[in-house]
């Protein structure tokens, strides 16, 4: 396994892209482009300026060196970026940090070479709130006491301070309004020293002109009375931060290595797992933000404002926080998760709904009375249900539990509340689900995203009040429940033997392939032959592409390549996806998505992912949101609550802290470990492994699972095996036999499960069946999807056959691991230098379909 750095989340460098998108992120301000520029600076929420552009000049001269023309290379950080620019004669290395708790960037401009140069920042001032408030009576001037660029305006509620420390300010403004042409901060840099631009806000609440100023004392004249005692806070910072730079450079840094330490660490073989694995968690860090009067909340999205005022999705989506909480929550990190969940709690309605999106920006305007957007959405009180389970079971905190049940509760009869006569939710009544505009958000009424969303909220309220005792809550939601699958059928299409991802208004199913559909199947909806079906239909070229999901199939009537709500690729489509390929035992397919989403990182930003591509070609869209919560959260759950099946459980009265896993035989690598997980209070190792055996008792497979940690700690192993594998024993850490059970799944494959043990160990020990794993797609930018997919699958205790449907006159290797002996008909049977077996197939040619077909036939010839 790997042990390459001494991070937890590794800096990732390279030459500098223009498309790159780069950030700095604190608490309270963010400043962020493209690695080329331009830059802009916010101050949550304010835009404070924009249009950020560096440029050098020989001392005397005019003539510009534009660093956009110059070679570059950038080195990011979860909390630092770091660019370099070369020259004939010089270097310049930029280093940029937002303080972690205060609204302040630190530019430090670093000059190697033999001669003096003069730095010139250009930029556009703004100082106005996100979108969809306004801000008047700004004023823009030099400050007299220190030099710098002052912005403010007349209540005294914001200003802001720009400068470099013994810099000027060309051009200066000159006092009400903000000009309109960029303004310049200019400095002199000579070798080997550094020059720092500091950026520093300040909030105060609004004044009352004095008495003193009504009559035109205290300089009232100018504007600035009122403006003081924020503008005095804003120059104090800055002051500060421009004489100890460094104490502010230390201080950060030194704060998010705390974070890096805390992380969960994942080790394994693949260090492109690793690497996304870690920047998934700092992507949920870097979204943490505070504002005075909300509090501190996950935004969902950033990307370049440009000309306006919505840096991408820069305001809280709660559906979308508390999806990540529920991930974090799974590797026990609990801060973030409860912050996130009280949140979404204090902004309830009266009537239970939870809302959906909260900008940044609603203390300035009546954001949740006279705009739609706040409450428009019926999917939070699911959302919300799932990751209070799973905070409340993994940390132990009984007491948040308690104290937001009340919520819990009202958010689901709402829900339970939004269904029609036919048992299913409807967004007439509920708002709406996967669907958020366009044709078809106009027509349709009951949606499976949502319905879906009912059921596993209310599954997940069912195991948090078990978990607390109450019995009452936990009867009522599982009859629920129940009412809500019987519901689901109604969905099911015999004709196209899939589910309906919608119904319209008008009675009409729309079944249409559709990653919607991926969520109730992945909550457990969906009698076990549909389910498998339903699944498989997810699988389909004319669905899945090598970078995830579309929301509709390329043959679907609505479907447009760049349309976000009917032909778009979202990372968290793949994720419901490869869930429901878990839940039915189809283990192949789910770890082929499980490699898409490790592939996304970095295609628009190192270290980060996209909201979505377009359904065409692996192309970044042109309304692009680079960093995304969710979707780089998606990698933790599909890993976590899928390819691993971990489930963390805090002691409660007499039981100990358990750890449950659910592995998906054989995992694509032979070792992984998270270091650095907690149950309840307990931090702890995990360490799940297989090996190989040939002796004279013929060829078996190990799976063992240990765990490493402080104090008694319940394992309990369970894992999807292929079909016909036969489980030999089930041992403990002192060898000591555990009983365990086989049952079948839908798929044909098999589901172990063994009895807890307390010794940190549990080894499984089988004669695998065949089991086949799919290519991992390579991501080729600006082309068409090119991998065969799986369409079809059935397995038994004789063998298996697969499907696959692909590009017409192409060659597949599909991986082959088993113990028993096996016939193969439909594929060339080799095997790479290593040893390693593998099948190649041959998809053939056709000349009226856009897919062809294969089967592979896997055979035991022992019987």
Not at 117 to 128: G, I, K, N, S, Y
Not at 441 to 453: F, K, P, Q
Request: with cysteine.
């Amino acid at each position: 396994m790997s042990d390459r750095s001494p991070h937890r989340i590794p800096a990732l460098g390279g030459p500098l892209a223009s498309h790159g998108f780069v950030e700095a992120s604190g608490r309270r301000s963010a400043f962020f482009g493209r690695e080329r520029g331009p830059f802009e600076w916010w101050a949550w929420p304010l835009k404070i300026a924009s249009d950020l552009r560096l440029t050098l000049h020989l001392p005397g001269t005019s003539a510009p060196i534009a660093l956009e023309a110059l070679p570059g290379h950038g080195t990011v950080s979860p909390g630092e970026l770091v660019l370099v620019h070369e020259g004939d004669d010089f270097l310049l290395r930029q280093t940029i940090v937002a303080d972690r708790e205060r609204a302040v960037l630190l530019w430090l401009l670093e000059l190697e070479g033999r001669r003096e140069l003069d730095a010139e920042l250009a930029c556009t001032l703004d100082l106005r709130p996100m979108w969809p408030a306004g801000l008047g009576g700004q004023l823009a001037l030099r400050d007299p006491v220190t030099g710098a660029l002052t912005l403010s305006e007349e209540t005294g509620r914001f200003a802001a301070f720009l400068g470099a420390v013994g810099g000027r300010v060309r051009d200066a403004p000159d006092g009400r309004g903000v000009p309109r042409r960029p303004i310049r901060l200019a400095a002199r840099l000579r070798p080997g020293e550094t020059t720092p631009i500091v950026f520093a806000a300040a909030q105060g609440n609004a004044t009352s002109p004095s008495r003193g100023s009504r009559l035109g004392r205290g300089q009232a004249a100018a504007g600035t009375s009122s403006a003081r005692g924020v503008v005095d806070r804003a120059r104090d910072t800055w002051r500060e931060v421009g004489e100890n730079w460094s104490a502010t450079l230390d201080a950060t840094r030194a704060s998010w290595s705390r974070f890096d330490a805390g992380v969960v660490r994942l080790r394994c073989a693949d260090a492109d797992l690793e690497r996304a694995f870690g920047w998934s968690q700092a992507v949920v860090e870097r979204s943490r933000v505070r504002v005075d009067g909300l509090g501190t909340l996950l935004v969902a999205g950033l990307a370049p404002s440009r000309d306006g005022d919505r840096p991408g999705f820069a305001w809280s989506f709660d559906t979308d926080a508390l999806f990540a909480a529920q991930a974090l929550a799974g590797l026990g990190r609990f801060t973030p998760a409860a912050e996130a969940l009280w949140g979404a709690a204090s902004r309830q309605r009266a009537d239970g709904k939870l809302a959906h999106e909260t900008v940044l920006s609603a203390k300035l305007c009546d954001w949740f009375e006279r705009y739609p957007y706040a409450y428009y959405r019926g999917t939070t009180a699911a959302q919300f249900a799932q990751a209070l389970d799973r905070y409340v079971r993994a940390s132990g905190d009984e007491a948040l539990g308690r104290a937001l049940l009340p919520a819990l509760e009202r958010a689901l009869d709402w829900l339970w509340s939004a269904r029609g006569e036919s048992g299913l939710v409807t967004t007439s009544r509920a708002g709406l689900g996967a669907v958020q505009s366009g044709p078809l958000s106009e027509v349709i009424e009951c949606d499976a995203y949502l319905h879906g969303g009912l059921f596993a909220g209310l599954r997940a309220a069912a195991r948090l009040a078990h978990w607390l005792g109450e019995s009452e809550l936990e009867r009522r939601c599982i009859e629920r429940a129940t009412q809500c699958a019987e519901a689901f059928e109604q969905l099911w299409s015999q004709e196209h033997g899939c589910y309906a991802f919608a119904i319209t208004r008008e009675g009409r199913s729309l079944d249409d392939r559709a990653a919607l559909i991926g969520l109730p199947l992945a909550a457990g909806l969906g009698s076990d032959e549909r389910a498998l079906a339903a699944t498989l239909g997810l699988c389909h070229p004319e669905l899945a592409t090598d970078w995830g999901l579309r929301l509709l199939g390329e043959d679907a009537p609505h479907f447009h390549p760049d349309n976000y709500n009917s032909g778009a690729v979202l990372p968290l489509s793949s994720v419901y996806a490869a869930l429901a390929c878990y839940r039915v035992g189809h283990t192949a397919a789910g770890h082929q998505l499980l490699g898409t989403l490790v592939k996304l990182e970095g295609l628009g930003g190192r270290g980060l992912v996209e909201e979505h591509l377009p359904g065409d070609r692996a192309r970044l869209s042109p309304r692009r949101v680079p960093r995304h919560l969710v979707s780089s959260t998606a990698l933790l759950t599909t890993l976590v609550d899928g390819a691993l099946g971990l489930e963390l459980d805090a002691a409660r009265g007499q039981l100990d802290d358990r750890v449950s896993l659910r592995l998906q035989h054989p995992l694509p690598w032979s070792e992984l470990a998270l270091d650095g997980l907690r149950v309840g209070a307990r931090p702890f190792d995990l360490t799940v492994s297989r090996r190989s055996l040939r002796d004279g008792d013929g060829a078996r497979t190990q799976i063992s699972a240990r765990i490493a940690g402080e104090g008694s700690i319940e394992l309990v192993l369970a894992a999807v095996l292929p079909a016909g594998s036969e489980v030999l024993e089930v041992v403990d850490g002192e060898g000591a036999a555990l009983d365990f059970e086989l049952r079948e799944l839908v798929a044909g494959t098999r589901e172990l499960r063994a009895q807890g043990t307390r010794t940190g160990v549990a080894v499984a020990t089988l004669r695998q069946g065949p089991h086949l794993r799919l290519p991992v797609p390579t991501i080729r930018r600006d082309r068409e999807s090119q991998s065969a997919r799986p369409v079809a699958f059935r397995a038994d205790d004789r063998g298996l056959e697969l499907t696959l449907a692909g590009a017409p006159d192409s060659e597949v290797e599909l991986g082959l691991t088993c113990d028993l002996p096996l016939e193969v008909r439909g594929a060339e049977r080799a095997r790479r230098s290593g040893g390693a077996e593998y099948l190649r197939v041959h998809l053939p040619a056709s000349d009226e379909d856009r897919y062809a077909r294969t089967t592979v036939e896997l055979r035991r010839s022992d019987r």
